[in-house]
């Protein structure tokens, strides 16, 4: 689907947005008065609810209802224009019209990303999967960057979707990196991949005893984003790039293992943010790095009880395989501060089961060691509708990543989503940091309005605003 700022006479469907009882268009006034008899108590702009009807000369109108004014939300936008979305589907339409002359400019960039994100199905498998109808559609509007940079945004987040969604068997270590080049060379960041001799060669340890049992090897993506020549400030995203998961020897149940295709999340959010800000030229410097491999089951894989080392120095005591992403993280952080020389990082994952209980699908788990940067990480959220929430990080918790055999153990049985993003921690030193733990907001098991089953491609709107406003 193309969104279009142009006009375009003989549209047969027009989509309209309305507070309650207030069609947000200065163009349409026709049909209001048959709006507002169509919709029960003439409430037309009721939230989430979208009616349609007949107007004059055939064209097919569809109000989409946003609620009272007062508690209008980046979700309720979301939602709203989904249900528009899958309104044009079932009309079959090829091109429609979307006014958006009402919306200021923050808005007018959410409506076009929800117009992109909605429209969204993965559905290439299926021997009956159909594209869908909608071509083009024309919105009406004078804020021209706020589309340009809404259709970028929503673009990005399918690119994420898209890596999130193929199986295991397809979207393999090799195929990610891939993946990688070729967004790179399509949108002009650059793009460098390391085989498992080079990575051996880094000394990443902890990273290659999770690689090991795998027939498919790793690959170290190294993506570089560089657009500010005169500033010394360097950016470093780190993503989980675990492109299956099954526990290792610490054996993941048969349902625990379904949907870790999905493990990779975190390195989809920096692929999908990297297409983000190399498409909107964004003056900064950012790195985005990813240690991709698969956590099998072998002869040769590590086991519960070893000792490793890491490639920052401290010996890890495994206390269970199945924790194994942050193994591959904390060579990646080392690298991206060591050899990079980023003067902040983030890295991001879908790491714990503890996030997902604590705080569900909706709002993504933070552990930081730097007020300010959280801070900034809080303001882009603001602006993506993407929810975090920090956790502390006390002394208490520090010692339970402590271990008698190790300077480390890379599991704990308490304040699990907090002692994996305090492992990481260990880390950085005194860089900056921030951990993001997606492992609720990345993958949606049903559907919604502008969610389909499968990868959000969480992560990728806040890493991007974090990028480009700080």
Not at 226 to 241: A, T, W
Not at 369 to 374: I, K, L, Q, R
């Amino acid at each position: 689907m193309i969104i279009r700022v142009d006009q375009q006479e003989g549209l047969k469907a027009q989509v309209l947005y309305a507070y309650e009882g207030e069609i947000l268009s200065n163009g349409y006034p026709q049909v209001l008065d048959q709006f507002l008899k169509a919709t029960e108590g003439g409430k037309s702009g009721k939230v989430n609810k979208y009616a349609h009807l007949e107007g004059d000369d055939f064209i097919q109108y569809i109000l989409l209802g946003l609620g009272k004014k007062e508690d209008l939300t980046h979700t309720s936008i979301l939602k709203a224009t989904g249900s528009g979305i899958k309104a044009l589907k079932a009309m079959k339409a090829k091109e429609a019209g979307v006014d958006l002359s009402s919306f200021d400019q923050d808005q007018v960039k959410i409506l076009v990303e929800g117009l992109i994100i909605s429209d969204y199905d993965f559905n290439k498998y299926k021997e009956k999967g159909e594209p869908s109808p909608i071509e083009s559609l024309y919105v009406t509007t004078d804020h021209l960057t706020a589309v340009e940079e809404g259709q970028v945004l929503g673009q990005s987040v399918l690119v994420a979707r898209d890596l999130v969604n193929e199986p295991a068997n397809v979207m393999t270590p090799a195929a990610l990196a891939q993946a990688a080049v070729d967004y790179g060379k399509d949108f002009g960041f650059q793009v460098e991949v390391l085989d498992r001799e080079a990575i051996e060669a880094l000394g990443m340890e902890a990273y290659m005893n999770v690689a090991k049992a795998s027939e498919n090897p790793p690959k170290f993506i190294i993506m570089k984003w560089l657009n500010d020549p005169e500033s010394d400030e360097r950016l470093g995203l780190v993503g989980k790039g675990l492109t299956f998961d099954t526990g290792g020897y610490s054996l993941k149940p048969k349902e625990g293992m379904l949907t870790m295709k999905s493990d990779m999340g975190g390195s989809a959010a920096v692929i999908g943010a990297m297409c983000a800000l190399a498409q909107m030229k964004v003056k900064k410097n950012v790195y985005g790095v990813i240690a991709a491999c698969e956590n099998m089951v072998s002869g040769g894989g590590y086991r519960p009880g070893d000792i490793i080392g890491s490639r920052g120095g401290k010996s890890i005591f495994i206390n269970s395989t199945d924790a194994e992403g942050r193994l591959t993280l904390i060579d990646a952080v080392d690298y991206a501060i060591k050899d990079l020389k980023v003067t902040k990082v983030v890295d991001i994952a879908t790491l714990t089961g503890a996030c997902l209980v604590a705080l569900g699908t909706t709002t993504t788990g933070v552990v930081s060691n730097n007020d300010a940067f959280y801070k900034a990480l809080e303001e882009a959220s603001f602006i993506s509708g993407e929810r975090v929430w920090r956790m502390p990080i006390f002394p208490e918790y520090k010692e339970l990543v402590k271990h008698e055999d190790a300077d480390l153990i890379n599991s704990t049985r308490m304040a699990g989503m907090i002692t994996a993003g305090i492992f990481i921690g260990e880390f950085v030193g005194d860089t900056p940091w921030l951990h993001m733990d997606i492992a609720g907001t990345s993958w949606t098991g049903s559907k919604n309005s502008y969610q389909s089953y499968g990868g959000t491609g969480a992560g990728v709107k806040n890493l991007y605003y974090l990028a480009k406003n700080n």
